[in-house]
């Protein structure tokens, strides 16, 4: 199985202020016929489902403000989320779907400091 | 609107057996994959298995913690998403999600509550 771990667990970050959480991968996710990485981000707020984010490491979906991003490629990722607002306090996940079983990392609680 | 709204959570016994439903609207159930993901109280996100659409076979899988106890199925005439639990343990307590799948999950349900307790 693909082993997903985030760093770090939680952070606090002032508001209008960066986030930047990192996803690492046990092996590549990034399929050579396509040149497509299989990773997507999710945010849970809570007593909420989670709701996808990003997918393909980097593509935003539909109605996500773009003050959320991904980057990276292969085996390191990155979900930063720029200006911070109150709305955006939640737990956040990466997944690959490279292969089954689909695995998450363990996810990264975003507060207000 | 996409909607996906499970039922059929609740209390069991060890041991005992459970059928998870996700009623589908709002998009082509039939050509649609989908999955099952749970998560325990107070944790993080774990997939538990997939059923591809009939044209792509309508085949399974599953995570190695609940296979051969829990199995995926589909009724594409009622739009409709199973699980059936089977020779349940306390640690499958957690609340369990519909999905669609385009790999990724697109769509998720509200959730419904397994509880496995004596």
């Known amino acids: 199985d693909i082993v997903m771990t985030q760093s770090p667990d939680s952070l606090a970050v002032s508001l209008g202020e960066r986030a930047t959480i990192n996803c690492k991968s046990s092996?590549?996710?990034?399929?050579?016929?396509?040149?497509?990485?299989?990773l997507a981000w999710y945010q849970q707020k809570p007593g909420q489902p989670p709701k996808l984010l990003i997918y393909?490491?980097?593509t935003r979906e539909s109605g996500v403000p773009d003050r959320f991003s991904g980057s990276g490629s292969g085996t390191d990722f990155t979900l930063t989320i720029s200006n911070l607002q109150a709305e955006d306090v939640a737990v956040y996940y990466c997944?690959?779907?490279?292969?089954?079983?689909?695995?998450f990392g363990q996810g990264t609680k975003v507060e207000i400091k | 609107e996409v909607q996906l709204v499970e039922s059929g959570g609740g209390l069991v016994k060890p041991g005992g057996s459970l059928r998870l439903s996700c009623a589908a609207s709002?998009?082509?159930?039939?050509?649609?994959?989908m999955n099952w993901v749970r998560q325990a109280p107070g944790k993080g996100l774990e997939w538990v298995g997939r059923?591809?659409?009939?044209?792509?076979?309508?085949?399974?899988d599953y995570a190695a913690p609940v296979k051969g106890r829990f199995t995926v199925s589909r009724d594409d005439s009622k739009n409709t998403l199973y699980l059936q639990m089977n020779s349940l343990k306390t640690e499958d307590t957690a609340v369990y999600y519909c999905?669609?799948?385009?790999?990724?999950?697109?769509?998720w349900g509200q959730g419904t509550l397994v509880t496995v307790s004596s």
């Open positions: 709002g998009f082509t159930f039939t050509n649609a994959w």
């Open positions: 999905t669609t799948e385009d790999g990724y999950s697109n769509y």
């Open positions: 092996q590549s996710v990034l399929y050579s016929s396509n040149n497509k990485d299989y």
């Open positions: 997944q690959q779907y490279y292969t089954t079983p689909r695995t």
């Open positions: 393909w490491a980097s």
């Open positions: 059923i591809r659409s009939k044209t792509h076979g309508g085949t399974t």
